[in-house]
């Protein structure tokens, strides 16, 4: 957009950029390689977030930056390694978010043309949340709809995010109009990709899954306690799935992945419940992991190899991995009808 001067504004008002809407897609983020010092750059500012680790922040630092920053970005960087996409030098989760914000480019530009711009950020690593809001502002976006990418609220991710974006308006002498987008975890639209994708993959299969396990990044029960909503929101997606697909509650049940350190976390873990399926005789199970709306490396490698693992171990015999919803036209049309929900009186249809 070319800049000018406000209507009405004096010859020696500056030139300024102005009149569009910005919608940011916002995920998790990655590191930049899998060499010992990216992974360690990226670890550091994710495991320093309160919201994420909130114990006593000098106690904390000492264990990070003395123990664990030691010795896990060897032990990410080779878990990184497996998953990494060697033909753009980039992980998994950068090049599906990429591409999530391509096709949903194309979907609005159909819909509001030149009124609508649209990017990615990243709450940890890069592009960095602050960088995508600064460009966007410098492309004449004076109104935001700033999309976390997490179906399900916690504080450990939405939150954290929204706090970053704030953040970042805080350094800004003109701030744009900003609107958060809320959980969307009981979209209709959300739940009927997902129903879509377990369909569509048990198509393809020989055996039907005795269980669909749906797997959820865990987070400390404490947090539960103290108000988090997380745990409600994760049970009611499974629960909406399950009576979207018309199961019974035997074919289908909850898990929690992704445990960190000592303290109790939300259960069940799925490196245990798959473990328990097979011994109890459930030799053929799929996993799908609706709390991600990209695949990544809990999905890809902690899901699709560990937990796996565990369950072949245990006795089981098939497993099945359902991706996430990903670029799915499905998916694109729910961010799609998102925006349109969260951008109203901004944007106007041109048909």
């Not at 639209?189 to 393809?204: C, F, G, W």
């Not at 749906?214 to 994760?234: A, F, K, V, W």
Request: proline share 5%.
């Amino acid at each position: 957009m070319t800049a000018t001067r406000p209507e009405h504004s004096n010859a020696d008002h500056p030139k300024v950029h102005f009149g569009k809407v910005g919608v940011i897609l916002c995920n998790l983020g990655t590191p930049d390689g899998t060499d010992y010092w990216s992974v360690r750059r990226y670890l550091n500012e994710f495991l320093s977030d309160r919201r994420v680790v909130d114990v006593a922040k000098w106690k904390w630092q000492l264990i990070l930056q003395l123990i664990i920053l030691s010795f896990r970005p060897f032990t990410s960087g080779a878990a990184y390694k497996t998953i990494w996409n060697e033909e753009k030098n980039e992980s998994p989760l950068l090049t599906t978010t990429r591409d999530q914000t391509t096709a949903l480019t194309k979907v609005l530009k159909e819909q509001y043309g030149d009124q609508v711009e649209v990017d990615f950020c990243m709450r940890y690593g890069n592009p960095s949340t602050e960088s995508v809001i600064q460009n966007m502002k410098d492309r004449g976006c004076d109104r935001i709809v700033f999309f976390p990418l997490y179906p399900q609220y916690s504080a450990t991710t939405t939150g954290t995010a929204n706090d970053q974006a704030f953040r970042a308006l805080m350094k800004m002498r003109w701030q744009p109009t900003i609107r958060c987008v809320p959980a969307y975890f009981e979209n209709p639209l959300h739940i009927k990709a997902l129903a879509d994708s377990v369909r569509e993959a048990y198509a393809k299969m020989e055996v039907e899954p005795d269980v669909l396990v749906t797997s959820y990044h865990g987070i400390p029960l404490r947090y539960l306690m103290e108000g988090d909503p997380y745990h409600c929101h994760c049970q009611k997606t499974t629960r909406l799935l399950r009576e979207e697909l018309g199961w019974d509650e035997s074919k289908i049940q909850l898990t929690f992945q992704s445990i960190f350190g000592r303290e109790e976390w939300l259960k069940p873990y799925t490196v245990e419940d798959v473990a328990r399926l097979a011994r109890e005789g459930k030799k053929n199970i799929a996993v799908i992991a609706p709390v991600f709306s990209s695949d990544c490396i809990e999905t890809l490698e902690e899901i699709n190899e560990e937990i796996k693992e565990a369950f072949i171990e245990a006795g089981g015999e098939t497993f099945t991995y359902i991706p996430c919803l990903n670029d799915r036209p499905d998916h694109i049309e729910m961010m799609a009808d998102i925006v349109a929900t969260e951008s109203a009186g901004w944007l106007q249809k041109i048909a």
